[in-house]
């Protein structure tokens, strides 16, 4: 059986891209990063979607001695969202940007990859909704394919490992109605930058979602302002 | 004063690397990499090398849960050296690469030289010597650079960070006389594959090590067989 790896950060868009995988015929080693993000509610979500596809996990424990970034850092307040026509205009990257994030994940990813002879990275990553993250950007894969190629054992030898990045055009609502399709387990998700009980409703993160929802016309198991816990303790 | 990212691993290279940098008016930070290596004598090298410049360090500490080198493997025996002329026939990629270890260092570095606004990430890879890690070659580096083109806010805003990558050309016999010149203290590095008290004398390090100082018509101040603690605890 072919192999893949995954990398899976709780939220909607990676558990979409485990189960097109799966889907595709790939056996799935999941990759969750702990990397020092403000809470670990995606943590728990992302542990509970790779147990609900039958896929193989293992938590990557990164310190990051440096900060520089609102996911990482408290003393940085998660900005409400903008709107999308603001980001457009100041072409600004948010204060959630983790520098180089994609990177060392792809890179984590890579050397796993290696020594598993998996033949695909799958990342959920895509442009249409989130505004200014770099390393969401197809020139960003494509640079990165030519770093396999050139620095790596398996690249040398011309066995190539694939980018997968199979959410890379997509709308948030037409990867939702993916999902649904697919059967991906939405409750489990979690999206909110914030680590509180409920989605705060009011990060960019939480508007995308409720707007991806709301446009494939699909009912969101997680509501604001009620107990999403469904059994992520 | 201007910012560059030392990469640091206890041996020669680097640490020529990390004096070349400050020669050339950076303020440097060191990373060492805390990966799951065989030994930890190269790390406890490195600090002091790092001190002895004046320069700023720090430890990463990363776990790789999969093993796939001898380097991290204590049950691959570390391969005796072949000889140049097997390792050019055989184009054979040692049993001692360890899956994509630049990218994810380099990776690293990067985020932090995005935190703290360096302007260049020195790394003391060469192609000279060591017979087959592809992510020692230029090739490799240049397909690196447009990764941070495209994937990070600084490339994004055309504020480049540079990898320099000042040995990649010479060989160990150039590296250690341009140290030499530097004053850097041989005496402090370690470049053994093994972590024993003295230096194996056979592995692929050792043997480049004592070739470049024979070439070089220098003395090597850490001596097979001889107590070469130095004061490294």
Redesign the interface.
Known sequence: MKKAIVLLSGGIDSAVTLYLAKKEGFECFCLIFDYGQRHRREIRSAIKIAQSANSQW?I?????????SALLDKDIIIPKRTSEATNKRTKC?PST????????F???A???A???GAEAIFIGAHTQDYSGY??C?P??Y???R??I?????L??EKKIIKILTPLIDKTKAQIIRCGKKLNVPFELTWSCYQGDRFPCGRCESCYFRMKGFKEARIKDPLKIGTDTNLGLK
């Open positions: 293992q990557i424990k990164i310190s990051l001695p440096w900060r520089g990257i940007y983790v520098p180089a994030r994609n990177i060392i792809l890179s984590f890579l050397s796993f290696e020594v598993i770099p390393d950007r020139e960003f494509q640079a990165f030519k770093v190629t050139t620095g790596t054992k690249g040398v």
